[in-house]
């Protein structure tokens, strides 16, 4: 369980992933600035063309991501171009699975044909909020992952709710911490607030994360986390310039490269 202390306790981060989504774009609307993030993270989630990205956009990404030797992951969304998958469905187990092995297996495909693989899995935007809020959604869509291939790493917001879908559901989970967001003193995000897209704060936040394992609550205290990954976010404006500085204070590894090294193999 995550907990708020009053005195800060030291457990350092040595090795962290960072990721961005890439693809996040659909016919005539083009978004070429997230690119630019590819030189400064370890992973990707490359849009399956639900909530964006479309054949030639999906192709050009994964080839991206290819000449810059970055890992690669499905980015699962709802169908829901205009919205841009941010608003919530109602679905039942049934439609969860299919909408998931639809666009897992697509990229899968996709990636197979120019010899790479795909290593995890992140939902986005409404499907996202229902992982890490809704306990039994989340185990619906780890399974729907799961069939894809057991091996496939399943990308959550960090919080109690991921950490219990991965025991259940027995498949690798990272737990994301988004450092724009604001966390209640659970450790879980209020979706509710407005990101905070200061960099100052950004790298700050970082600092602390990497050094305590802890992410600054909305009642101005700290709360322990467990971090895996960090989630670099193509709507904060400055984020090029914010993931720069970031790797600038530690060089990000892929999620299965970090369990190796912490496992002692490496």
Request: glycine share 6%.
């Amino acid at each position: 369980m995550q907990q708020q202390l009053e005195r800060p306790e030291r457990r350092q981060i040595k090795n962290i992933d960072f990721n961005c989504d890439l693809a996040q774009s659909f016919g005539v609307y083009k978004n070429n600035a997230e690119y630019g993030l590819l030189d400064y993270v370890s992973s990707v989630n490359i849009s399956c063309g639900f909530h964006a990205g479309d054949p030639l956009t999906i192709r050009n990404a994964l080839l991206a991501a290819k000449e810059k030797n970055i890992v690669v992951g499905a980015h699962i969304g709802y169908d829901d171009i205009q919205g841009f998958g941010y608003r919530a469905m109602e679905l039942d187990e049934d439609e969860i699975e299919a909408l998931v092995l639809y666009q897992v297996g697509a990229i899968m495909s996709f990636a197979k044909s120019y010899k790479m693989e795909i290593e995890h899995v992140r939902p986005h935007g409404a499907m996202y909020r229902q992982a890490a809020e809704n306990f039994q959604f989340s185990c619906a869509v780890a399974k729907a992952v799961k069939k894809c291939s057991q091996w496939l790493v399943y990308y959550g917001a960090s919080g109690d709710v991921i950490q219990k879908t991965g025991e259940y559901v027995n498949i690798p989970i990272a737990q994301e911490i988004n450092l724009e967001k604001t966390y209640n003193v659970d450790g879980t995000v209020d979706f509710a607030e407005k990101d905070n897209e200061s960099a100052f704060d950004y790298i700050a936040r970082l600092r602390t994360l990497l050094n305590y394992s802890q992410v600054s609550n909305k009642e101005g205290g700290k709360t322990f986390v467990t971090a895996d990954t960090v989630h670099f976010s193509g709507k904060v404006h400055n984020i090029i310039e914010i993931a720069k500085e970031a790797k600038n204070i530690i060089q990000p590894v892929p999620v299965n490269y970090k369990n190796v090294c912490e496992s002692g193999w490496v």
